[in-house]
């Protein structure tokens, strides 16, 4: 019974990995970009050595710094202003624990802008060559998936949250952060 598990774990996420390399093979070749990261902003956005800041698709974490954000964030839960804080420094450090220093491939979405509003990279991240960085932090649950514009992963995103938020992963286990997401749909 255990080797039985064991492969049907090995099945799935080699069957993981292929479906994330089949995203970057079916890529045009003049969209993908590569770049080094030489600082995380917060969870769910990061400096380039470069210089270009990329806000990765499909995914939003709480604030950790003082701004417009984090006062919505405030307003749209039952959380105090220390508390959201805190859970942005951790969905920061999770970020930096994995990204901060690595190659990763960047990909932009067919249905979305090239950058935001504050001319930062909207982009699909891949590190370690295969795995897919935005859906990841969303399973780990140091994100949510951010559903107010369309993106081609939105569904894979909202369930990998689902899947965090049931088994109390990252920001879940730690408080109730339900009341939290924003952008409930």
Not at 32 to 44: N, T
Not at 56 to 75: H, Q, R, V
């Given at each position: 019974?255990?080797?039985?598990?064991?492969l049907?774990?090995?099945f799935?996420?080699?069957?993981?990995?292929?479906?994330?390399?089949?995203?970057?093979?079916?890529?045009?070749s003049?969209?993908?970009?590569?770049?080094?990261?030489?600082?995380?902003i917060?969870g769910?956005?990061?400096?380039l050595?470069?210089?270009?800041?990329?806000?990765?698709?499909?995914?939003?974490?709480?604030?950790?710094?003082?701004?417009?954000?984090?006062?919505?964030?405030?307003?749209?839960?039952?959380?105090?202003?220390?508390?959201?804080?805190?859970?942005?420094?951790?969905?920061?450090?999770?970020?930096?624990?994995?990204?901060?220093?690595k190659?990763v491939?960047?990909?932009?979405?067919?249905?979305?802008?090239?950058?935001?509003?504050?001319?930062?990279?909207?982009?699909?991240?891949?590190?370690?060559?295969?795995?897919?960085?935005?859906?990841?932090?969303?399973?780990?649950?140091?994100?949510?998936?951010?559903?107010?514009?369309?993106?081609?992963?939105?569904?894979?995103?909202?369930?990998?949250?689902?899947?965090?938020?049931?088994?109390?992963?990252?920001?879940?286990?730690?408080?109730?952060?339900?009341?939290?997401?924003?952008?409930?749909?």
């Amino acid at each position: 019974m255990l080797k039985i598990g064991i492969l049907v774990c090995l099945f799935l996420c080699l069957s993981f990995n292929i479906n994330q390399s089949t995203v970057i093979r079916d890529t045009p070749s003049d969209s993908i970009e590569y770049g080094i990261v030489k600082r995380i902003i917060d969870g769910d956005t990061f400096e380039l050595e470069n210089g270009e800041r990329v806000r990765l698709i499909g995914i939003d974490t709480p604030e950790k710094y003082d701004s417009d954000k984090l006062n919505k964030d405030i307003e749209m839960s039952s959380k105090d202003r220390e508390t959201i804080v805190q859970l942005g420094l951790m969905a920061s450090d999770y970020a930096d624990s994995i990204l901060s220093g690595k190659e990763v491939i960047l990909i932009p979405d067919s249905t979305n802008s090239n950058r935001d509003r504050y001319k930062r990279l909207l982009r699909y991240v891949y590190y370690n060559d295969t795995i897919f960085f935005n859906l990841q932090i969303i399973k780990d649950g140091f994100a949510y998936a951010y559903t107010k514009y369309p993106f081609v992963y939105m569904e894979e995103f909202r369930q990998a949250e689902r899947d965090a938020r049931e088994n109390r992963k990252g920001l879940w286990g730690n408080v109730d952060f339900d009341e939290l997401k924003p952008n409930k749909k």
